[in-house]
């Protein structure tokens, strides 16, 4: 999915459009027992109700898009021979609407999803989208629709504890104390099926949310889908791209190298979103190669940078950018000091030797702050 049909689809869950007739779910305590089973029908709900219930549900495909959102895809056997993929052709095409079903899919979540000792709630929504023909101009007409886009929705909730307050009580002129009782938090991790590619059903794929780009629920992955292969966390994406880089260049992997792959991988970023490109950002390992050639770097620990990342990566022939560098800041680290720099000005750093030791020196003008105080910095 790109982000045009992930903004189409976000639309849905509009209280005045009423695409979601029902919420299923149940509660889940730390003991992994089901405390209670929800069957609710939206209509009958209070509008605050509904409003919140779609919001969280909306959470579902909230972030980006190879970070937070990540493709799940089934091969073809898995299509036609996976319980899993059969249980989930099983949960859209009855729009949940089979207890029997439910309760299947509930204990596979159940069985697999680690929340500690927390309890949660397991919520199922689904919707029938009627998907309007849309022109070459981005026009949309109504009437010209040629397919019903049947899906649903899963999330994971996890419930806080109450929290104690005090709340004003207007009769009595005065605030007491008050319990807010258990709350539904947002999704920590959740799903789509099947997945809205070009605008049509694609029951090959799904699209997987994870709140923490560092924790994908690999357990839960592979409970609920069993594909062949799990996507690898944006986190771990990061870690395994700086591990090839460190292990293939060795003391070549300079400050001026890292400074160099940053702002070019960065540069395509700004160009992508300037460009207002539906499609996930991507680079090819060659790309990556060329950035180090240019930087000085020989072709053999090349050639070693690439063993490594097929080492990490698989047959990934290229990148989200955004996985695989900090775009937002380029920060350095020391045992003793953390030092984060505007990636706009990560040209002024410099190293040095002076007296035998290695410094970083970044130039000190005026609007220097120590703790949220200004201080002058002063010729020795």
């Given amino acids: 999915m790109n982000q045009k049909e992930l903004r189409e ?44 219930y779609l919001k969280i549900l909306k959470k579902t495909l909230s972030g980006n898009l190879g970070r937070n959102l990540i493709d799940i895809e089934f091969s073809t056997d898995k299509v036609e021979r996976s319980d899993e993929h059969k249980l989930l052709q099983a949960l859209r ?3 949940l609407k089979d207890e029997n079903v439910r309760n299947i899919f509930y204990q596979r979540v159940i069985e697999s999803a680690d929340m500690g000792e927390d309890s949660y709630v397991i919520l199922l929504a689904s919707d029938s989208y009627d998907i309007p023909f849309k022109g070459t101009d981005d026009e949309v007409w109504d009437e010209g629709s040629s397919e019903v886009f049947d899906y649903f929705i899963c999330c994971i909730c996890p419930v806080k504890d109450a929290k104690a307050a005090l709340r004003y009580y207007a009769e009595e002129k005065s605030f007491k104390g008050f319990s807010t009782g258990h709350v539904l938090g947002n999704p920590e991790f959740g799903f ?7 605008r049509s059903t694609n029951i090959y794929s799904a699209l997987y949310y994870s709140r923490n780009i560092a924790e994908m629920h690999k357990e839960f ?3 609920v889908f069993n594909v062949d292969k799990v996507p690898m966390s944006a986190a771990a994406q990061k870690s395994a791209f700086g591990c090839s880089l460190e292990t293939a260049l060795g003391d070549e992997c300079s400050l001026d190298v890292i400074r160099t792959l940053h702002g070019e991988i960065r540069q395509r970023l700004q160009i992508h979103k300037e460009n207002k490109e539906p499609e996930t950002p991507e680079i090819y390992l060659e790309e990556v190669d060329d950035i180090l050639k240019k930087s000085g770097i020989n072709d053999e620990k090349i050639e070693s940078f690439n063993v490594s990342c097929e080492n990490s990566f698989g047959d990934m022939g290229a990148f989200n950018p955004g996985n695989i560098i900090e775009s937002k800041k380029f920060e350095m680290e020391t045992p003793e000091v953390k030092i984060t720099v505007d990636p706009e000005y990560a040209f002024a750093i410099q190293t040095k030797v002076i007296d035998g030791s290695s410094y970083i020196l970044i130039p000190a003008g005026e609007g220097v702050e120590v703790n949220g105080i200004p201080v002058s910095v002063e010729d020795e």
């Fill in 9 to 52: 689809i976000r639309k849905r869950f509009n209280p005045d459009k009423e695409s979601f007739s029902r919420i299923y779910g149940c509660y889940v305590n730390g003991a992994r027992q089901i405390v209670s089973e929800m069957d609710m029908s939206l209509g009958l709900l209070e509008k605050e109700e509904t409003e919140l």
């Fill in 93 to 95: 095409l009855t729009h």
């Fill in 192 to 198: 789509m099926f099947p997945a809205f590619d070009d």
């Fill in 221 to 223: 992955i592979d409970a």
